[in-house]
């Protein structure tokens, strides 16, 4: 995001299948980030309802959807411009 915006860095966008599992993946990240970083969220947005979870670690910002909130937002969509790096988890 560096260059196309002033207030973040990185954006991350994920998905979980549904707000139970955007609340955990939610939970993890701001978990691993303060444990492993000392990084605490400046701000979340969304997690009670679960559908789409905005994490905002200043440098980074998370967006944790459901398949349904991120087809109707499309971040994707509107952020194609930026330069993309794709992850796809380890089947466990």
């Known amino acids: 995001m560096r260059g196309l915006v002033d207030y973040t860095d ?3 966008v994920c998905s979980g299948q549904t707000p139970r599992q955007t609340k955990a993946i939610s939970d993890e990240v701001r978990l691993q980030m303060k444990n492993e ?3 605490v969220a400046r701000k979340v947005e969304g997690a009670r309802e679960g559908e789409w979870i905005l994490i905002d670690l200043l440098d980074v910002v998370v967006h944790v959807f459901t398949p349904e909130a991120r087809d109707f937002y499309r971040l994707d969509r509107l952020w194609r411009d930026a330069p993309r790096e794709t992850y796809v988890a380890a089947a466990s």
Do not use: A, D, T
């Open 10 to 12: 990185y954006l991350i």
């Open 37 to 39: 970083h000392g990084v």
